[in-house]
């Protein structure tokens, strides 16, 4: 159904040509848009047309013409006048209506389509009929971006700003498939760099903060060559976007291939990471760590495990650090000092880190 608003501008533009009053009414004589300024015509003129056989007619100096959807009537097109111009004029506003209509239910199944495109809905013969029924290209390269707002996809101002945003591209797509975020199905250029990405993620960020004032961050899959793993993209996106939650706080743009480990923590089962957890720390828990101990653990991993350059961002001196690295080491037997003990330290701490996430949503 084309919205009232853009039906009133195309009688407005129509008027602004021919001179000829137009109104649009639905099949109960309701008045929908109109440039009429004495309205003489009745509902049930309108009404008692709809129901007859006529596709149009002239009644008391009005025109009368029947907008069809695929042979169901959906409008009523009044042309105030009964010579042969405005019967002309009345004929030619229906046609225009009628090539709206068409537009906006192609609009329309494109965005069903993409949507449960996404969603792994569609058996894959009707993948590639229903795209090129659409004229939607099948061997287009594409990425799946999620947006997710603190205001969710129900405020239309996202939504909005990122249909401008990508509306001049006509082999991008912005839909929403729940309540929470906005998801742009993007082509991607055969020379497309991964930065090139990154860059799309932080222009999407940058236009919702300074147009929209809308606070967001950005996931986004790998690049697929064919339209049937659209899906594919989708589901990397939405995982890069919970992992970031969990490992990657300060970042509000998170690729999937950027991911690293955080991605294989994500995919355990919890069972498994609680035995590991009690392999790991026998004798004190993590959540037993103090403040100081935390930094310093975090610090030292920055700094890739040098004991100089760490010390020195702690302003303390290098023996201090040394003892503090040794306390930890003879209270979870493992040495920050020796890489295979660190990896599995800092393996322990995201494992712990995933652990606590999964509870928070759990509860």
């Given at each position: 159904m084309i919205s009232n608003q853009v039906l009133q501008s195309t009688i407005d533009s129509l008027k602004g040509i021919t001179r000829v009053d137009i109104a649009i009414a639905d099949i109960d004589g309701k008045i929908l848009s109109s440039t009429f300024s004495d309205e003489q015509y009745t509902e049930s003129m309108v009404s008692s047309f709809a129901d007859s056989q006529a596709d149009s007619q002239a009644v008391g100096g009005y025109q009368f013409f029947k907008i069809f959807d695929e042979h169901q009537l959906e409008y009523v097109l009044i042309?105030?006048?009964d010579t042969d111009d405005v019967y002309m004029v009345g004929k030619l506003a229906s046609f225009q209506i009628q090539t709206l209509l068409v537009a906006y239910k192609e609009k329309f199944d494109?965005?069903?389509?993409?949507?449960?495109?996404?969603?792994?809905?569609l058996l894959l013969v009707d993948i590639y009929n229903r795209a090129k029924k659409l004229h939607i290209d099948i061997g287009v390269k594409r990425v799946v971006y999620i947006i997710e707002t603190d205001k969710g996809s129900n405020d239309s101002g996202a939504l909005d700003a990122l249909k401008t945003?990508?509306?001049?591209?006509?082999?991008?797509?912005?839909?929403a498939v729940d309540e929470k975020n906005v998801i742009v199905?993007?082509?991607?250029?055969?020379?497309?760099?991964?930065?090139?990405?990154?860059?799309v993620g932080e222009t999407i960020l940058d236009m919702l903060e300074t147009e929209a004032m809308i606070h967001a961050r950005v996931s986004f899959g790998t690049v697929v060559n064919e339209i049937k793993d659209v899906s594919k993209s989708y589901k990397e996106a939405k995982m890069a976007l919970e992992v970031g939650k969990i490992?990657?706080?300060?970042?509000?743009?998170i690729a999937y291939n950027r991911?690293?480990?955080?991605?294989?923590?994500?995919q355990l089962p919890?069972?498994?990471?609680?035995?590991?957890?009690?392999?790991?720390?026998?004798?004190?828990?993590?959540?037993?760590?103090?403040e100081e101990t935390l930094t310093t653990i975090n610090k030292f991993f920055e700094n890739n495990l040098n004991v100089s350059e760490t010390s020195r961002q702690l302003y303390i001196h290098r023996n201090t650090l040394v003892y503090r690295l040794d306390k930890l080491q003879r209270s979870t037997g493992l040495d920050l000092r020796v890489f295979d003990d660190a990896i599995?330290?800092?393996i322990a701490l995201m494992v712990v880190k995933y652990m606590k996430y999964m509870e928070s949503i759990d509860y």
């Open positions: 042309a105030k006048g494109k965005d069903n389509f993409i949507k449960n495109l996404l969603l792994d809905n945003l990508f509306a001049t591209k006509t082999k991008d797509f912005v839909t199905v993007k082509e991607v250029k055969p020379n497309e760099s991964a930065e090139e990405l990154y860059h490992f990657y706080e300060d970042r509000n743009i991911l690293g480990i955080g991605r294989l923590i994500y919890l069972p498994l990471c609680k035995m590991f957890i009690k392999e790991i720390f026998t004798t004190i828990s993590p959540d037993e760590f103090d599995t330290f800092k």
